[in-house]
């Protein structure tokens, strides 16, 4: 998947996204609350209502290309209902728990090539030739129609849309049992992982895994892995190589670190990723600086995410040391592989380390947000004269209120 462009509006509180579009790699900068972080946030909305989500008066217009590069537009506009206080409403909540106000979809509209999927009037929908009545009014006809070979691909590609929380990944466990299992038989293997993951590209192996495994283990394991441990733990066992070289390039960037391993602690039956440096035991997860944890999850995305995956990452620079900024910055530039980075920062090291070609600058006017290239804002020719003036421009360090 590849996101191209987006417009996003929230007549609720009221808070608006102009059209922007994004490219493989897309930082956003600008002040601290002009509105980086919200656009990720559109993005993560959006998902959700694929998955059953319900939000008041919010709106959308989202175009992007699924995993065969087929051009997708999505529309769709929720009812604003003034005075509840219930803003969100997850899908689990609307089965059978009667609230009394929960906004309807009063429109939806998916577009393949320019030419319609569906239309959706508030209850009614328009599939292709067929119409339908009386479905759910407030729920996403791609939430509702999942099995329908039109609407599959869609429902793959926004599974590949992940805002990764690298503090959430720290917390992530890897129970003893699952590996037990994974230890065992592959068929066995596969329906553990399965039952703890989420859908992905079947396909995308197929360059890196030998062709005896791939005849008896299926290809998505390491995709389909929920959390980027498990994903790196995994790759131990089935793409040793990758495994093997990002403990090298994570040697590489922390010259002190020996080894890695993952540890079975038998009393709570869960293995724990742990660091050996020179002159020092194994270092347990809960020790590891979260620099040099942000740092390897990085390289484990890099390596094992799978192809045509959304990146989502929000304050880029967080916890990462200048050494591991450079070596993360290039690998941004030349992930190897097919994947999208939309990334929002405010550090200059980083800015100053991705080409303004990448940038864009984010601003504000009242509850409207609207973002401008380098080149709409005659900045410099040169890297280094473009950043000295993003810095000095007011809609970088104001937003322009």
Known sequence: MEIKEIAFKNTAIPWELNRMNFSQLTLLVGASGVGKTQILNSLVKLINISNGYVYNGVEWDLHFT????ENYRWTGQFENIKGIHQQVFEEKELNGQGFPHIPRLLKEELYLKNKRIFIREKSNVKFEKKESSNISPSKSVLNLFTTEKKILPVKQAFNKILFLDYQAEKRNKIPGELIKEIEKYADITFQAVKSIASMGDKD????ILPGSLRAVF???????????????????YYVKELFEKIVADFKDIFPQVEDLRFQLL?????????IKERGTEWIPLHEISSGMFKTLMHLVEIKLMAAGSVILIDEFENSLGVNCIDAVAGDLLNPGRKLQYIITSHHPYIINNIDMKYWKVVMRKGSTVFTKNADELKLGKSKHDAFKQLLNLEEFSEGIG
């Open 66 to 69: 699924g995993d065969g590069n």
């Open 204 to 207: 995308a192996y197929d360059d």
């Open 218 to 236: 299926p290809k998505m394991i390491i995709e389909e892995a929920s959390n980027l441990i498990l994903k790196f733990f995994l790759s131990q």
């Open 266 to 274: 038998e009393e709570k039956d869960i293995y724990e990723l742990q």
